[in-house]
């Protein structure tokens, strides 16, 4: 099976504009996370799909918001860029909602300048 | 916070066992203890997860002591290309509970 997919790899954008990054899970997969890694605060939760629900979310502003497709693949979007922002952004699938390991993708990294 | 506490970093020589201990004193009962690692600039890949069993796969064996306070994952034969940040998480089996990373270990392997 292909593994997780993130588009794009790299994206570079200004302050106060806003993009949209794309996840792929794993075939069958039906849960998606996202992960947002920076030097500084390490790798955190942002929030998890499954089916289509938000079912958790992290301690993130408004600005970041995600969605998931009746087809598992996922979207986040930040709106309004700042420079912290600057991160890589990590999405993980698991098979189900019960006790599997999660299988990340290899991250958007997004500048913000 | 992470309910985990791990050493910052470790070194372990080339086709030695590297024992990456890791602390967990507050755990719940219905929690499991999780092993990712990191190598630089990918995504953190899975290694092995148990409750109370120790569990052992293809890439590593993950030792929880009996009262589950703490564990340590072992590579037995570690190679240069198990260089990485190697994580440690206590969560429950369920996909929507949130996986909360704390720093880690970085494991340099030396030749």
């Known amino acids: 099976k292909a593994g997780v997919t993130q588009t794009p790899r790299y994206l570079i954008k200004t302050r106060g504009q806003q993009v949209t990054l794309s996840c792929s899970p794993i075939?069958?997969?039906?849960?998606v996370s996202w992960y947002q890694q920076t030097p500084g605060q390490g790798l955190q939760f942002l929030f998890e799909y499954f089916s289509e629900t938000q079912r958790n979310k992290g301690n993130f502003p408004g600005r970041f918001s995600g969605r998931q497709f009746s087809n598992s693949r996922s979207e986040m979007n930040v709106s309004t860029l700042e420079l912290g922002d600057s991160a890589l952004y990590l999405c993980a699938s698991s098979e189900t909602d019960r006790g599997n390991e999660q299988f990340f993708g290899p991250g958007t990294r997004l500048t913000v300048l | 916070d992470a309910k985990t506490t791990q050493p910052t970093s470790m070194d372990c020589a080339e086709g030695r066992a590297a024992n990456l201990p890791c602390n967990h004193s507050?755990?719940?009962?219905?929690?499991?203890v999780y092993w990712y690692r990191q190598i630089h600039s990918q995504g953190p890949q899975y290694i092995i997860h148990?409750?109370?069993n120790n569990e052992t796969n293809e890439m590593a064996s993950l030792i929880i002591t009996e009262d589950r306070k703490s564990s340590t994952l072992i590579l037995p034969h570690a190679t240069l290309r198990d260089t990485a940040v190697y994580y440690c998480i206590v969560r429950v089996a369920v996909s929507y509970d949130k996986v909360i990373f704390g720093p880690g270990t970085s494991l340099s392997v030396i030749p």
């Open positions: 148990g409750l109370k």
């Open positions: 075939s069958g997969h039906r849960s």
């Open positions: 507050t755990i719940s009962g219905n929690e499991y």
